[in-house]
């Protein structure tokens, strides 16, 4: 990297095949008669694009490039500079992130020092400045199309109520922005990302829409707002997301794709029509946040050591258990990323697919031209895989395909809907799967579960009481045991929790349990069998984080039943 670095433009694009010399010699010569600068004449003379240009240079400095088309504009951050400084310095600020107090600035020129020092002069009591490479023409046209215009939620409801709406401008592409409502669900996805949101529910009711968004795991109301947005707000919804913008009676899904934090965000989209209107709930797929590190998952050692031996089996199936929204599809990408590489052939059959991986050929389920989960199995199989992902088994003849790949010499990753680990096996079974195949076939089982963070900032600690003491399994010559309940702080919104973590517990088969399972002894027996080889419950995981400071006991007993601990 650090050789590329210092390569002149013209040779780095000769390196990474993009120009040949014969095009660098005709832009030399360009150069010398009128001194424009090289990347410039590369795009007016057709050799390059702007977008390969601000990679290469991007590369070239070190430094992130941002693409400014198809973008969300954060009015904050548009409120820091003036559009006269944008102008002279060709500069456009892109976002301004409250908890690092950062502006990520896109710049034509990241080393020019005058703008630099200029910018961080008007701006430095609020935020440090962090360049991003954006290209001249993409800085002028953001510029044009952004500034000047009301980009606060409640700045452009303000608009509406005062100005009349043409909702036929709605379904052309030309001069969209200029539309309140078309700047009001930019606003709207634009809060939803800054506040860590996983979803955002339009709901009408009666005689209002209500806007909710589900963070942490939990629905949080944020807006409610007069019935007569609501149609104008749902034809852009749907001709965001490639919707039948007619069909107001049937249910739809749809897929939206915008960049925010010079960050590319998918939002999964769906209507389902009820009896005030259409309900739509859209479900954001942040590339950055949806694949975490193995060792980040919140796993102690031992635990992470048991994965890693599971993933260490050539043939078989892991199964991901959990009710919906418990992060079983962040769990089995990161088991994906971590054993990805360029020797085996990893195929993925999902519904839809969620997060877009290299040299991972994904595969969405679409039952419209019969490509359900066991024909799409069928259909990889032949298709040369090491290791096959399904979504998700929902019925016999898909568990059937599922174990049929792990049967021939396949790794093979699921999720199935159980309340734990244990109880996969009944599920399986009751599905149709006989226990003979079972036996021998499972590497193992997660089950695992999302809790919300305490704030740190605001956590109060107090010696366990005797129920609390009870629920957490402590022994009465154990000693007093601090635990922390939640408050609520400005920095997590009152709400005393920010962020989530998962607690798991991890079923690993061996020879013995196989044993058990072909001889179809109760669920209970094998739990039994399961704690004597060091298997440790849901529950434990759950307790650890409450001693540990990490989570609440009531944060614990919201999502696992603890009730029997009190008998």
């Known amino acids: 990297m650090a050789e590329k670095s210092k390569l002149p433009l013209g040779s780095l694009l000769i390196q990474k095949g993009v120009i040949s010399e014969d095009q660098l010699r005709i832009a030399l010569i360009e150069q010398k008669r009128n001194g424009e600068p090289l990347g410039k004449l590369f795009i007016s003379l057709g050799f390059v694009t702007e977008a390969t ?32 400084m944008a102008q002279r310095y060709k500069v456009f600020p892109v976002v301004f992130n409250k908890d690092q107090s950062t502006l990520m600035l896109a710049m034509s020129d990241t080393s020019n020092i005058v703008a630099l020092d200029q910018i961080s002069a008007m701006v430095g009591k609020f935020a440090t400045i962090s360049p991003m490479l954006a290209s001249e023409s993409d800085i002028s046209k953001a510029i044009d199309q952004y500034y000047g215009f009301e980009l606060s939620i409640d700045g452009i409801l303000h608009e509406i109520e005062t100005g009349e709406i043409n909702y036929q401008s709605l379904k052309t592409v030309s001069d969209e922005y200029s539309q309140p409502l078309v700047r009001l669900i930019d606003a709207i996805l634009a809060d939803a990302v800054q506040q860590n949101a996983s979803d955002i529910h339009f709901e009408p009711e009666e005689f209002f829409l209500r806007i909710r968004y589900r963070i942490d795991g939990i629905l949080r109301q944020i807006r409610s707002l007069h019935k007569t947005y609501w149609p104008a707000m749902a034809v852009r919804l749907k001709v965001m997301s490639n919707m039948n913008i007619a069909e107001t009676r049937a249910p739809q899904d749809g897929r939206i794709s915008i960049r925010f934090s010079g960050r590319q965000i998918d939002f999964r989209s769906s209507a389902q029509p009820t009896a005030h209107g259409e309900n739509v709930v859209l479900r954001i797929l942040d590339r950055a946040k949806g694949i975490v590190p193995l060792d980040k998952l919140g796993l102690d050692d031992d635990a992470l050591t048991i994965l890693k031996l599971m993933l260490a089996r050539p043939e078989g199936i892991i199964l991901v258990t959990g009710p919906t929204g418990s992060g079983k599809t962040t769990t089995l990408y990161s088991i994906l990323n971590h054993i990805n590489n360029d020797t085996i052939n990893i195929m993925t059959l999902e519904d839809p697919v969620e997060y877009p991986m290299n040299m991972i050929r994904q595969t969405s389920v679409n039952e419209s031209v019969k490509m359900g989960f066991a024909n799409g199995i069928r259909s990889m199989m032949r298709q040369d895989p090491d290791v096959i992902l399904v979504g998700e088994i929902r019925d016999s003849e898909t568990a059937e395909m599922a174990f049929s790949a792990a049967m021939t010499g396949h790794q093979v990753y699921s999720t199935l809907h159980t309340n734990s680990a244990i109880g996969a096996i009944p599920r399986l079974q009751d599905i149709g799967i006989l226990p003979d195949i ?119 007993s919201r999502v696992i039943d603890l009730t029997d601990r009190l008998l």
Do not use: W
């Open 53 to 84: 240009i601000r990679e290469a240079l991007s590369e070239n400095l070190g430094q992130q490039s941002t693409d400014l088309s198809n973008m969300v504009v954060d009015g904050t951050a548009l409120k820091m500079i003036s559009k006269e």
């Open 438 to 556: 079972l036996a021998g076939n499972i590497i193992g089982i997660v089950a695992q579960r999302l809790i919300r963070r305490l704030c740190p900032h605001c956590k109060q600690g107090e010696a366990a009481n005797e129920i609390e003491r009870q629920l957490l399994g402590l022994t009465p010559d154990q000693p007093e045991t601090v635990i922390y309940r939640a408050v609520g702080c400005e920095h997590c919104d009152h709400q005393g929790y920010k962020g989530r973590m998962s607690i798991m517990e991890l079923l690993k088969m061996n020879a013995e349990m196989d044993d058990l399972i072909a001889r179809r002894v109760t669920a209970r027996e094998i739990r039994k069998v399961a704690l004597a080889n060091g298997f440790r419950p849901l529950v434990e995981d759950g307790v650890r984080r409450v001693i540990d400071g990490s989570s609440s006991l009531d944060e614990i």
